[in-house]
């Protein structure tokens, strides 16, 4: 069918056509036409959606992100017919019966998934698949080389390349802004690909953007990595493993993070960028992913052996995740005491002696340091101000100022203290009732706004005494925040009293 283009600035891949002329063609909302440009030859299959009042009769309307690809002008005449269903849709219909996925048949996927031939519904059903019927180490595999091979590659002249990664789930977890200027300043080199915060208060790229610029190309980041030996970027803006991010963008309503797309998507970022090396964080604990050690010890042999398999060293740090690393949480107030321990601030202890252990293991994986002394060796580094010198230097070739100090960075301006309501010592910290009033009050999108500690589980405290802070950059952020906390009751004093009801309307 010839149809006369109407081009729409919606920011999507698809088409929008008249009901009547979607019936003339023969497709109904959710399926494909494809559409061609005369001029240019170029042809392309998108997604329908119909209407019968803002396209007319005879016309196509071509989303922005469609039009990106056949660069059509308005009112030029088209043809338009119906599409055929890609071959990845039977691969995933295929999980979903509980069947195995080839090499071949997860690329053929992926492949869809990059070039955005899978529609968020249909790339949800895959997902969702490999939930219910988990991926086996066969497929994880394979999902981490097609992932990497979609994506753009980094390789270095030299090795060995160290690389780091939290499987997150622990809030204030801002360590690696203390291990990759150690690793750095050893002689090693580190290119720290990071993420944004999808679920928590603060991804490390959302931290090291209060610093210095975040988002660069891989061709920049190896530049980078080989003049100074490490940068902090995110990963989004690389285009490495770009599979990953449309992924955990579908996984992001659910609250899920099935295991294999997790193996997966951890490794292919380390794999793409020539890691060889590389030390993973598995935070274990109550209120995180992994709530027990004999899951954290599965979970790390898995990662084991997908190094095995992807000629990768891989050793992996069960950590003590069922308090808050540090005494913050969200990106300025994270930053700011990262700085402060970069600068000789000798607390937190969690956080510094996390930082320290595991660049130690990094460091002895490399041969830098000898078993058992790696950790020694980081502390030295960080003691004598080399990793402060090599910190400066990453701020720097990423854009920023690299004479910042802790004391330049300023949290949010609203702030409310939450007291002790009685004497006592604190007994239970919730971590994911702190990073949803984290979030509540504006983290990670507004970087001043988060949580400061004042008592820790284990902290004797009198009534009245600071518990926490909330900090907001909104005055209507804030009082949300203050809002939610009396129902989320984040930190327990003593812990005689388990609920009251009706609900404490104090906190």
Known sequence: MKLIVKNLDIASRGVLLNRADARSIGVLDGDRVQVMNPKNGVSVAAFVETTSTITPLGTIGIYRFTNER???????????????RPASLDYVKKKMDGGKISKEEMLTIIKDVVSDDLSSAELTAFIIASYINPLDMDEIEHLTRAMVETGEHIKFASRPIVDKHSIGGVPGNKISLLVVPIIAASGLKIPKTSSRAITGAGGTADLMEVLANVEFSATEVQKMTEKVGGVIVWGGATNIAPADDRIIIQEYPFKIDARGQMLASVMAKKFAVGANLVVIDIPVGQHTKVPGMQEGRKLAREFIELGERLNMKVECA??????????SIGPKLEAIEALRVLEGATEPNSFIQKSLSLAGIALEMSGKAARGTGTDMAQEI???????EKFRQII??????????SGDI?????QFIVNAPSSGYVVEMNNQSLITLARVAGAPHDPGAGILLHAKKGSLVKAGEPLFTIYAERSWRLQKAIEDGRRLMPILVEGMLLDRVPSITEI
């Open 318 to 327: 069960l950590t003590y995740g069922d308090i808050p690393v540090g005494h």
């Open 70 to 84: 056949l660069h059509l002008d308005d009112g030029a005449e088209i043809e338009v017919r119906e599409a055929a």
């Open 382 to 388: 960080l003691k004598k101000g080399k990793a402060l």
């Open 396 to 405: 720097e070739i990423q854009g920023g100022d690299p004479q910042v100090k």
């Open 410 to 414: 300023i949290p949010g301006e609203h």
